[in-house]
């Protein structure tokens, strides 16, 4: 099992609508988690941090943690093309806390 | 303030020839890491390093590679003798705190023919 799970995709939304993209991890006492969003030659972009489970909201993007079933998701709102890109889910694990490991990635693709 | 910065932006080199890749941290940050990212294998961590020490470099493909941090804002990584299968982009990302969130450099593009 990977540490770290996310569908590959690619996942394609219309303009307008709600993009959910989801991640799954196998530390159950991992604390820190991560979005990061990447275009196409582009570097890694941190765009969500969740801590506690529950909801948490910037903008157009909800972060979503349930630790118990151990998965963490992003949910945009109002998709627009200028979202599509490839979300890279990370988790911070209890068994190495200095380190954060990446799934690996999910590509989305905004149609309009 | 500056984020973090990476030299060259693009290398390419021939088979055998050194390659240093260069990075340095965001004004402040402790902890340094080094990936590499290829459409195979994804974003692979190689080294990363914390107050200076290197804390698990059990990412490092094999001898060829080498990274040093001589001080607490740059750090650099070393192919030695370069081989076509080193073609990637590589990133080096810095953080402030255990467990808190990473901010990765603009990539380094390296090409080895």
């Known amino acids: 099992q990977k540490e770290v799970e996310q569908n590959s995709g690619p996942l394609s939304v219309p303009e307008g609508a709600i993009a959910s993209l989801n991640c799954t991890y196998s530390?159950?006492?991992?604390?820190?988690f991560f979005w990061y969003r990447q275009y196409s030659g582009k570097s890694p972009e941190l765009i969500m941090s969740?801590?506690?489970?529950g909801d948490k909201e910037d903008g157009r993007f909800t972060a979503q943690l349930n630790k118990a079933s151990q998965y963490v998701s992003l949910l945009i709102r109002d998709s627009q093309p200028s979202d599509s890109a490839t979300y890279l889910c990370a988790v911070n694990p209890y068994s190495s806390a200095s380190k954060i490991i990446f799934g690996s990635g999910t590509r989305l693709s905004i149609r309009p | 303030d500056a984020g973090v910065i990476q030299s060259p932006r693009h290398e390419v080199t021939e088979m055998g020839q050194e390659v240093t890749l260069r990075c340095k941290l965001i004004?402040?940050?402790?902890?340094l890491f080094w990936y590499r990212q290829t459409m195979m294998r994804g974003l692979e961590l190689l080294i990363y390093?914390?107050?200076?020490?290197?804390?698990?470099d059990s990412g490092m493909p094999e001898d060829r590679f080498s990274a040093k941090m001589p001080n607490a804002s740059f750090s650099t990584l070393k192919i030695q003798p370069s081989e076509p299968r080193d073609s990637a982009v590589y990133f080096c990302?810095?953080?402030?705190?255990?467990?808190?969130?990473?901010?990765f450099g603009p990539g380094t593009r390296l090409t080895v023919t």
């Open positions: 530390d159950r006492g991992s604390q820190s």
């Open positions: 969740i801590y506690s489970n």
């Open positions: 990302a810095s953080r402030y705190s255990q467990g808190g969130e990473q901010y």
């Open positions: 390093f914390n107050n200076n020490v290197p804390i698990d």
């Open positions: 004004s402040g940050h402790n902890s």
